[in-house]
T-cell receptor
């Protein structure tokens, strides 16, 4: 019963490098989300997807890209990493839009440090 | 845009006592959902309780209950018989019922349980 799985859990990047955070869910959820959590703050939405082939920007999309080629996977791409992207990243999914009668499931987080 | 405000950066309570965490939100919508999430040091996001805006009755989950005041846009969390395991960051969150965008979080309240 895996739920939402994120990899890697920890990563150190140098300024200007690129990487992809992987997220996969095995619950056949249509809705998937990427959040970031900076120290002492709540989570902020980066991108979300309502289904395969459909993505949209959240509150803080700059510096990131996403794709959704399958229902299960929703990778987050960081291009030209900057120190401001040092954060903990959470992937989440839900069965239907918003949280109408259902729960939003979170992954365990990916800790990213850009030096 | 919706906003969620948690005015208490930190709260402290004696074990077995009751504590109330405050949350206010700003929205012009009538169809929405409110949540309290617990985040222990592991950074895992754990759903504590959920409230549908259309329900007048306050949600309750064992030792956790809410005081939902829709007109005042207030959504406080009461923890009864506090336990050491309740120590964590607590985040209030909002999601629009009819939309696909994700949760909007407050900045969190750090709850300390004193033995």
């Amino acid at each position: 019963n895996a739920g939402v799985t994120q990899t890697p859990k920890f990563r150190i990047l140098k300024i200007g490098q690129s990487m992809t955070l992987q997220c996969t869910q095995d619950m056949n959820h249509n809705y998937m989300y990427w959040y970031r959590q900076d120290p002492g703050m709540g989570l902020k939405l980066i991108y979300y997807s309502v289904g395969a082939g459909i993505t949209d920007k959240g509150e803080v999309p700059n510096g990131y890209n996403v794709s959704r080629s399958t229902t299960e996977d929703f990778p987050l791409r960081l291009e030209l990493a900057a120190p401001s992207q040092t954060s903990v990243y959470f992937c989440a999914s839900s069965r239907i839009r918003g949280a109408v009668g259902n729960t939003i499931y979170f992954g365990e987080g990916s800790w990213l440090t850009v030096v | 845009a919706q906003t969620v405000t948690q005015s208490q950066p930190e709260m402290s309570v004696q074990e077995a006592e009751t504590v109330t965490l405050s949350c206010t939100y700003d929205t012009s919508e009538s169809d929405y959902y409110l949540f309290w999430y617990k985040q222990p040091p592991s950074r895992q996001m754990i759903l504590v309780i959920r409230q549908e805006a259309y329900k007048q009755q306050n949600a309750t989950e064992n030792r956790f209950s809410v005081n939902f005041q829709k007109a005042a846009k207030s959504f406080s969390l009461k923890i009864s018989d506090s336990q050491l395991g309740d120590a964590a960051m607590y985040f209030c969150a909002y999601v629009l019922g009819g939309g696909a965008d994700g949760l909007t979080f407050g900045k969190g309240t750090h709850l300390i349980i004193q033995p």
